[in-house]
């Protein structure tokens, strides 16, 4: 199903040279891609080696990406502070599996006074019970390695997700989120596909920048945010990636 929502993606790396193996089992989206990589990983483990895209699976992974992921958060850290002499009020960025809300919110965990968002998938609302909002509509759980929140019934048997963004569309979250999530450090919410659908509209016009779907999500929110702040305060908003892959869906 991902391949057929990331289709422009698939093309460009099977242009470069690289094999794209589709998954029919379960969901058929990233929780089942996900499963299927470990099993080959540990069936071939003697030559083959697997890193996964997001802040996910067992230790040191999530680290690892994470640090990968961290030059987002040095970057706008050093640029924010040439810009406007200042860190940000807000940081906001949305969060599937987590890697680029943790890289961009890495750099400003020990500075009390800038407050994080992540925002994940809401889709049809949460009471409908179609969306991707582990920490609105979740619990802790066991999934791929990792303890954390997930989408699960009351036997601990994993639920369908819904997005209208691919990325974003997964059952668990990084574990590190759910420390932030638990301590109070870092503020989840939620962005519906409607309000997402509306902040790509958004950006595109005013700004002329088209955000891929996930980052849409987090641009809702800005949406719901900076009519609330002073003119004076400054929010950081994290497009994670560009909407060329998802404008033919989104048409």
């Known amino acids: 199903d991902d391949m057929q929502r990331q289709a422009l993606n698939v093309y460009r790396m099977r242009l470069l040279g690289a ?88 750099a400003f965990l020990r500075d009390p006074k800038v407050k994080m968002i992540g925002v994940e998938a809401g889709g049809s609302g949460i009471v409908s019970g179609k969306h991707a909002a582990r920490f609105s509509g979740g ?51 939620y962005a519906t596909d409607t309000e997402a659908m509306s902040a790509f509209d958004l950006l595109a016009r005013e700004e002329g920048i088209v955000p891929a779907l996930e980052s849409a999500h987090a641009i809702a929110e800005v949406v719901k945010l900076a009519p609330k702040l002073k003119k004076s305060q400054l929010i950081i908003a994290n497009l994670s990636g560009r909407g060329d892959k998802d404008v033919q869906q989104v048409a």
Request: aromatic share 8%.
């Open 139 to 189: 619990k802790p759980g066991v999934l791929q390695g990792t303890m954390t929140y997930l989408l699960q019934d009351e036997n601990g048997q994993i639920n369908l997700t819904h997005s209208v963004s691919a990325g974003l569309d997964y059952a668990a979250v990084g574990p590190e989120h759910s420390l932030y999530h638990d301590q109070g450090r870092i503020e989840y919410t």
């Open 19 to 106: 094999t794209v193996t589709g998954v029919d089992a379960g969901s058929r989206t990233l929780k089942d891609a996900i499963s299927e990589a470990l099993r080959d990983w540990t069936t071939n483990v003697r030559t083959t080696h697997y890193i996964l895209g997001s802040v996910l699976g067992a230790h040191p992974y999530p680290m690892m990406i994470r640090d990968f992921q961290a030059i987002i958060g040095k970057e706008a850290r050093k640029q924010i502070l040439a810009a406007e002499g200042k860190l940000p009020n807000y940081l906001v960025a949305c969060v599937g599996g987590g890697s680029n809300s943790i890289g961009l919110f890495h």
